[in-house]
Nanobody, 121 residues
Framework: QVHLVESGGGLVQAGGSLGLSCVAS????????MAWYRQAPGKQRELVAA???????NYADSVKGRFTISRDNAKSTVYLQMNSLKPEDTAVYYC???????????????WGRGTQVTVSS
């Protein structure tokens, strides 16, 4: 069974950097688009950045120029490098992947459990 496992969250001062990783365990047959979302207390979950299998990216306006999403298909891993962090970036960050778990199975969305990122002022 496929699971998404995030790592790399933590506490950082404003202006600092953090890197997040998310690996799709269980050897999925095919990873399609992958993305990072975040949810701050009292707010809706929002898209932070997404990347296609071919490497095309898009970002929320609030993180453009500061965050970089990348992926390694051979390692079934997606990354999020976050620079120039601001207190408003504080949230739980969730990994999302659209994938085919087995050959011939339909593509479904999977979610990680989330990792906390806290930016202090």
């Amino acid at each position: 069974q496929v699971h998404l496992v995030e790592s790399g969250g933590g506490l950082v001062q404003a202006g600092g950097s953090l890197g997040l990783s998310c690996v799709a365990s269980g050897s999925p047959f095919r990873l399609n688009a992958m993305a990072w979302y975040r949810q701050a207390p009292g707010k809706q979950r929002e898209l932070v950045a997404a990347i296609t299998r071919e490497g095309k990216t898009n970002y929320a306006d609030s993180v453009k120029g500061r965050f970089t999403i990348s992926r390694d298909n051979a390692k079934s891993t997606v990354y999020l490098q976050m620079n120039s962090l601001k207190p408003e970036d504080t949230a739980v960050y969730y990994c999302n992947a659209n994938l085919n778990e087995r050959f011939g199975s339909r593509a479904d969305d999977y979610w990680g459990r989330g990792t906390q990122v806290t930016v202090s002022s």
